[in-house]
């Protein structure tokens, strides 16, 4: 029982940094979708309540109208993004607080306006639970029209009736709170189950690289910007030497090792602009904006230094492993990303046939100026 509400209240807590903001950020970007039709949705509720404004009170009816009409309006600035340039956040804040406004004051006016139009302050906690998934925004939100109706009402209602409609409206406030925490469980389990397919469709289950298809996409974009603004850009392939003797001497489960130790190691030595991809079984590739021919030189025997230090264990003991890398450097000659990597491919060959655990760099297009 313990460790069920454990997890279900884990639900509800914020996710970590950049997931948080991001979720929040799909949320608002929702919100400020339908607000053009749930905001006037909303007015058009708000202004259908003086049917029973005139049913209670028909002398004040028609003030209390035009007070709801006022609010309705005014509200109306926040309905589309071009009328008030705020957060979402903040538009719905606005329309809450002169849509319920206007209820809670046309109710004021109105004879036993108090005590019979609660249901309508009532409706209007619960639009506060769709447009935030924070309690301290649904709190921000709700706190002026709150004070307002409290000031009022005491203003207008008997001690007991007072009472009465304070319980009543924390009941309702509560409810409403609980269903939108409910609306955020949800929204937290979809962002999360989206964010996991994605990582899956992105990512090689083994290594946590990226894939052949998305590393594809990302070096496709980066050749495209260095052609366009005339930056430089290289790509190491990586090999592991004699990989199938390792899984024949020691076994696929230590070779899939030697695999995520290769990649672990990448990773660590790449920066943050750098993009690393597994290609095939024992084939990697480091995509590496902003490099020059020297500086992807350098940093293909930085790595192939890391990796040849590494010790993996295994039933026959520790043992070590080498790569060859190919490197290849955008050039004029370079159609597209295809062109690239068959140079840093046929690089890679020129390493292997040179006796292994080398760097070996791609031959210049014709034409094409001497490195630096």
């Given at each position: 029982m313990d460790v069920q509400m454990s997890y279900d209240l884990d639900k509800l807590r914020a996710l970590p940094g950049a997931d948080e903001q991001?979720?929040?950020?799909?949320?608002?970007s929702d919100v400020q979708h339908l607000l053009?039709?749930?905001g006037p949705l909303f007015g058009a509720s708000v202004l259908l309540f003086n049917l029973w404004d005139i049913w209670i009170d028909p002398a004040n009816a028609r003030l209390a109208l035009a007070l709801r009409v006022g609010g309705v309006l005014l509200g109306a600035l926040a309905y589309w993004p071009s009328a008030l340039r705020w957060s979402p956040a903040q538009r719905c804040g606005f329309i809450y607080a002169t849509h319920a406004g206007a209820v809670v004051l046309s109710e004021y006016l109105l004879k036993d306006g108090m005590l019979y139009g609660l249901a309508g302050v009532v409706a209007c906690v619960f639009t506060v639970s769709v447009v935030t998934l924070r309690l301290r925004t649904f709190v921000r939100i709700l706190a002026l029209p709150t004070l307002l109706f409290v000031v009022l009402a005491a203003l207008r209602l008997s001690p007991l009736g007072l009472v009465n409609h304070l319980m009543l409206y924390v009941f309702s406030v509560f409810m409403a709170a609980m269903l939108m925490l409910t609306v955020r469980s949800f929204q937290r389990r979809a962002f999360l189950s989206e964010k996991a397919l994605l990582h899956i469709s992105r990512h090689d289950s083994l290594t946590g690289a990226y894939n052949r298809g998305y590393l594809t996409e990302l070096a496709e974009r980066e050749v495209a910007v260095a052609k366009r603004h005339g930056r430089p850009l290289a790509v190491a392939m990586i090999d592991i030497d004699h990989f199938k003797a390792v899984n024949d001497t020691h076994g696929h489960k230590t070779g899939d090792e030697v695999i995520q130790?290769?990649?672990q190691t990448c990773v660590s030595q790449l920066r943050v602009i750098d993009h690393f991809g597994r290609i095939g079984?024992?084939?990697?590739?480091?995509?590496?904006?902003?490099?020059?021919?020297?500086?992807a030189l350098n940093c293909a025997e930085r790595l192939r230094l890391a990796l040849a230090?590494?010790?993996?264990d295994s039933a026959r003991g520790p043992f070590g492993f080498t790569v060859s890398i190919g490197v290849a450097v955008l050039e004029a000659g370079h159609t597209d990303w295809s062109a690239l990597l068959r140079d840093a491919d046929a690089a890679l060959y020129r390493a292997k046939n040179g006796g292994r655990n080398r760097v070996e760099l791609a031959a210049p297009q014709p034409g094409a100026p001497a490195p630096p």
């Open positions: 991001e979720l929040m950020a799909q949320h608002y053009p039709l749930l130790k290769l990649s079984g024992e084939e990697f590739v480091c995509v590496l904006p902003e490099t020059s021919p020297a500086e230090a590494l010790r993996v």
